[in-house]
């Protein structure tokens, strides 16, 4: 419970973040460091849930893959995390190599705070394993 309501608040203020950065008079070009937002915004779709509906989920179905390690009853290591980092690394990367681009300040700091609660809750999994 307490990691679904910290997950939507990150998500809230990051939204936020996007929301202040566009209205601000920005007159910066649209280029290869605009990928960054895009791909930040991407990576955020994919972990969010839609009511019943996860876009990460549905796409490791379509893949033929689960999004579970423990598919049965759905629990254990959620695998969507990996989809969610493939495109919050390249954001990141891009963010930092054209800084001078439109959206590639607030691409790179969303893909900055999601991969450091990723490593976070990798940490927390991997302690509680080898606590068992």
Same mark, same amino acid.
């Given at each position: 419970?307490?990691?679904?309501?910290?997950? =939507?608040?990150?998500?809230?203020?990051?939204?936020?973040?996007?929301?202040?950065?566009?209205?601000? %008079? %920005?007159?910066?070009?649209?280029?290869?460091?605009?990928?960054?937002?895009?791909?930040?915004?991407?990576?955020?779709?994919?972990?969010?849930?839609?009511?019943?509906?996860?876009?990460?989920?549905?796409?490791?179905?379509?893949?033929?893959?689960?999004?579970?390690?423990?598919?049965? %009853? %759905?629990?254990?290591?959620? =695998?969507?995390?990996?989809?969610?980092?493939?495109?919050?690394?390249?954001?990141?990367?891009?963010?930092?190599?054209?800084?001078?681009?439109?959206?590639?300040?607030?691409?790179?700091?969303?893909?900055?705070?999601?991969?450091?609660?990723?490593?976070?809750?990798?940490?927390?999994?991997?302690?509680?394993?080898?606590?068992?």
């Amino acid at each position: 419970m307490f990691s679904m309501i910290l997950t =939507y608040s990150i998500q809230a203020i990051v939204i936020l973040l996007i929301i202040f950065t566009v209205l601000r %008079n %920005n007159r910066k070009k649209i280029g290869r460091g605009s990928l960054s937002l895009l791909l930040s915004l991407l990576g955020m779709a994919v972990s969010f849930e839609f009511g019943d509906y996860i876009f990460g989920d549905q796409l490791l179905s379509f893949l033929g893959m689960s999004a579970w390690s423990n598919p049965v %009853n %759905n629990t254990g290591f959620h =695998y969507t995390i990996f989809v969610s980092s493939i495109l919050f690394i390249p954001s990141l990367i891009i963010g930092y190599k054209n800084s001078e681009d439109f959206g590639a300040l607030i691409g790179r700091r969303i893909s900055s705070i999601y991969l450091f609660i990723i490593i976070i809750s990798l940490l927390f999994f991997i302690i509680s394993c080898l606590s068992k």
